[in-house]
Structures are given as structure tokens and as C-alpha cells.
């Protein structure tokens, strides 16, 4: 308990620390391909061709199988059918290594196969997207009591425009927001593009 609660504290104080200049509203994102899971099938990911179907909400999160990232995982799955509507499609990246993402994608407590996550294991991409990466905090675990082998990543989402630009921005750090209120503000953003909202 003692070390979950030491956990929790250093992810709190890792997350409120100053972060890097993330990119902005206007700027291009740096294309990416990534090993991928949906439904708990491994894939290549590719932000240019997702891009060739409309517009992509790049949602960069600490760790899966945990609190606020399950929260936000769930609520992305609960909410797909609403992107899907806007024209908009959803990838989630972390420093999870792909056997942990196939078991999360496919959770129905979690992505329930509604979307893919991608391994981004030595935060290169989120670094690309000035986005701060964090080493993990040794004897973790997750909620299933599975030791935490991985970095962190900030909880930063991106809405990109089909035009490859960067169209919002926002982050728990910056914005308070909780993991599910990303969703919220993601789906809106969609929607206005999209003139469904």
C-alpha cells in the first residue's frame, strides 16, 4: 500500500513538473508509424495514412492498466462511435511494449478493441511532439499487480487535422483536466470540425 500511495505521489509530481514546449495549434505534427494493437492484433500504424481518412486525435498517456489511463482508455471506447461519426479516428501512444498494449486493446474494461494503441518505448515519438517523457518509478505495478517495466509518458492530446496540422492541444498539466475530460474536449473539437457538433 505504502508503495502504491510512493507511486502515485512521484506520478503526481512528474505530471505537474514544467514540460516541454509542446507543439501548438498551426504547427505541422511530425509524422510517425508505430507497432500498434487493436483488438489485441498487432499492427503497424501509420499517421499519414490514418490522416488520408479524416481528421486523428493522438492521445500520448502514462502507463496502461493504470487509474487515470484506463479511465481514459474506457471512455475513448464508450465515445469511438461518436469520432467515427465526426470523420475523426483515435490512436493512443505510450511506452508500453506491444505485448502489454495487445492484452490492454483488447480489454473490454479498456479500449475493448474500439481503437489502437501504439508502443512508443523509448518516447521518441512523444518527444517529437515536445511532449515530457519520465523514467518509471522501480517496484511499480499496475492494477492488476503487474510490474511497471516502462517510462512514462505526459497525458497530452493532440487533435491533427486532416491537413497534417495541429488543430488543439491540451494536457492534465496544463489544463487540469482529468483523463476522461480529454475525451470530452477531443470529441468537441472533432465535432465543430466535422459541423456535427
Same mark, same amino acid.
Given at each position: 500500500?505504502?508503495?502504491?500511495?510512493?507511486?502515485?505521489?512521484?506520478?503526481? =509530481?512528474? &505530471?505537474?513538473?514544467?514540460?516541454?514546449?509542446?507543439?501548438?495549434?498551426?504547427?505541422?505534427? !511530425?509524422?510517425? $508509424?508505430? +507497432?500498434?494493437?487493436?483488438?489485441?492484433?498487432?499492427?503497424?500504424?501509420?499517421?499519414?495514412?490514418?490522416?488520408?481518412?479524416?481528421?486523428?486525435?493522438?492521445?500520448?498517456?502514462?502507463?496502461?492498466?493504470?487509474?487515470?489511463?484506463?479511465?481514459?482508455?474506457?471512455?475513448?471506447?464508450?465515445?469511438?462511435?461518436?469520432?467515427?461519426?465526426?470523420?475523426?479516428?483515435?490512436?493512443?501512444?505510450?511506452?508500453?511494449?506491444? =505485448?502489454? &498494449?495487445?492484452?490492454?486493446?483488447?480489454?473490454?474494461?479498456?479500449?475493448?478493441?474500439?481503437? !489502437?494503441?501504439? $508502443?512508443? +518505448?523509448?518516447?521518441?515519438?512523444?518527444?517529437?511532439?515536445?511532449?515530457?517523457?519520465?523514467?518509471?518509478?522501480?517496484?511499480?505495478?499496475?492494477?492488476?499487480?503487474?510490474?511497471?517495466?516502462?517510462?512514462?509518458?505526459?497525458?497530452?492530446?493532440?487533435?491533427?487535422?486532416?491537413?497534417?496540422?495541429?488543430?488543439?492541444?491540451?494536457?492534465?498539466?496544463?489544463?487540469?483536466?482529468?483523463?476522461?475530460?480529454?475525451?470530452?474536449?477531443? &470529441?468537441?473539437?472533432?465535432?465543430?470540425?466535422?459541423?456535427?457538433?
Amino acid at each position: 500500500m505504502k508503495k502504491n500511495l510512493l507511486f502515485g505521489l512521484a506520478m503526481s =509530481a512528474a &505530471l505537474c513538473t514544467a514540460a516541454f514546449a509542446a507543439l501548438q495549434p498551426g504547427d505541422r505534427a !511530425p509524422d510517425f $508509424s508505430a +507497432p500498434a494493437s487493436l483488438a489485441g492484433k498487432q499492427f503497424h500504424f501509420s499517421l499519414r495514412a490514418a490522416l488520408k481518412k479524416g481528421p486523428v486525435v493522438v492521445y500520448f498517456y502514462p502507463s496502461a492498466f493504470t487509474g487515470g489511463c484506463d479511465l481514459e482508455a474506457h471512455t475513448f471506447a464508450q465515445d469511438k462511435d461518436q469520432f467515427t461519426a465526426a470523420g475523426a479516428s483515435i490512436i493512443g501512444v505510450s511506452e508500453d511494449s506491444i =505485448a502489454r &498494449l495487445d492484452k490492454f486493446s483488447a480489454d473490454p474494461q479498456y479500449c475493448a478493441g474500439k481503437f !489502437p494503441v501504439a $508502443s512508443d +518505448p523509448t518516447g521518441k515519438i512523444a518527444t517529437e511532439y515536445g511532449v515530457k517523457t519520465f523514467p518509471g518509478q522501480p517496484g511499480a505495478k499496475d492494477v492488476r499487480g503487474v510490474a511497471i517495466d516502462h517510462g512514462f509518458i505526459d497525458r497530452v492530446t493532440f487533435v491533427i487535422g486532416k491537413d497534417g496540422k495541429i488543430v488543439e492541444e491540451f494536457s492534465s498539466r496544463a489544463d487540469h483536466l482529468s483523463p476522461d475530460a480529454h475525451v470530452a474536449k477531443a &470529441l468537441a473539437v472533432v465535432q465543430q470540425l466535422s459541423g456535427k457538433s
